[in-house]
């Protein structure tokens, strides 16, 4: 394994108690003067670590810059997201990064993240915004066995797994918006754009990217937005630690996308379904130049929407554009 990700490891294992230098030196294989070179290349990329003679290396603060080395050693052994993960300064959109080295062999579970995009996408092909250092924004490769029309599993898990993290790392309360965004206050912090490449009987490897609007000024977002886009910072009234949700989210990601492996998801249906504000509501979707109006009844096992309208019919919406109406 990369030795800065073993020395962090064991940074952040050690705590203020610190771990010796020969220690590490034995962990690694190395002389106690490669860990020093290794500490003074950590330090320049903003990790602040004491050396002390009677403790050894302190860990006492972390940049809020990402490093794919800090993060995997933040994350416990995971079993399959986040063995791998990279960190780019600025990409187009990490979806297309994800997909040219899905080609390339790439295996399952690798983490790409970028600090900015300048082609980053929605869905519907929308744009969206991707400014540098104030969000999350990364693609996950997968190889689900999974026939195409389950996928919808894997984004219905991606949003657990962001609520899931949003909660433990904040003092909020986030809800899901029928299909997959995350909302806080009945605004969108986060979204989900799944994309896959498929075959007719299976899922050859799907790009799951995932946006969250961490530490954006809610000025910051162009007037258009404003009402129905903000961040978790401009909601909690504080800045939160981007290394530490971005860990959150894989460490759920794993979690859950183990259980899809081992054929037990219904409870994590379940849980989407607590989750989701949609249900119950009166809603209009759009679906291409129709629109569709009536009250969310339910979620079918593929997680199509199932829309009970006006007309007393019921309709299964798989894909649109939700607007939640006012009255309940
Ligand atoms: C949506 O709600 O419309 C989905 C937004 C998904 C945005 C993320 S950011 C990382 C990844 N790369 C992209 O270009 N899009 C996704």
């Given at each position: ?5 073993l ?43 004491e ?9 006492r ?57 300048s ?10 915004l ?17 026939h ?5 599993q ?33 605004r ?6 799944l994309e896959l ?10 790009v ?6 961490v ?30 949700l ?27 379904m ?27 096992e593929?997680?199509?929407?199932l829309v ?8 299964r ?12």
């Amino acid at each position: 394994m990369n030795p800065d990700v073993l020395i962090l490891r064991a940074l952040r294992l050690a705590g203020h108690s610190g771990a010796s230098g020969a220690g590490l030196a034995k962990l690694l294989g190395v002389s106690r003067a490669a860990v020093w070179n290794r500490v003074e290349d950590l330090r320049r990329h903003g990790y602040e670590i004491e050396a002390s003679p009677h403790h050894g290396y302190i860990l006492r603060n972390s940049p809020d810059a990402l490093h794919g080395d800090d993060l995997m050693a933040r994350l416990q052994e995971p079993r399959f997201i986040g063995r791998d993960i990279r960190v780019f300064s600025q990409t187009s959109s990490t979806n297309d990064i994800v997909e040219k080295l899905a080609r390339d062999g790439l295996p399952e579970g690798s983490v790409v993240f970028a600090e900015s995009q300048s082609e980053g996408r929605g869905r519907l092909g929308r744009t969206w915004l991707s400014p540098a250092g104030m969000g999350l924004w990364f693609s996950i490769l997968l190889r689900p066995p999974l026939h195409p029309s389950f996928a919808t599993q894997l984004t219905i898990l991606a949003a657990v797994a962001v609520a899931r993290a949003i909660e433990r790392q904040t003092p909020l309360r986030p809800e899901i918006k029928w299909p997959n965004d995350i909302l806080v206050g009945h605004r969108k912090v986060a979204g989900i754009l799944l994309e896959l490449a498929s075959e007719l009987d299976r899922v050859r490897h799907a790009v799951l990217g995932i946006g969250i609007d961490v530490n954006i000024p809610a000025e910051s977002f162009p007037p258009h937005l404003q009402h129905v886009a903000t961040s978790l910072a401009a909601e909690a009234g504080c800045p939160i630690d981007r290394p530490a949700l971005a860990t959150a989210v894989l460490a759920e990601l794993d979690r859950l996308y183990s259980r899809l492996r081992d054929g037990d998801f219904h409870e994590v249906g379940d849980e989407w379904m607590r989750r989701c504000s949609t249900l119950g509501r009166h809603v209009s979707i759009s679906v291409g130049s129709r629109s569709i109006t009536g009250r969310a009844e339910a979620l079918d096992e593929d997680g199509a929407l199932l829309v009970r309208t006006e007309h007393g019919a019921l309709e299964r919406i798989v894909g649109g554009d939700v607007h939640l109406d006012r009255r309940p």
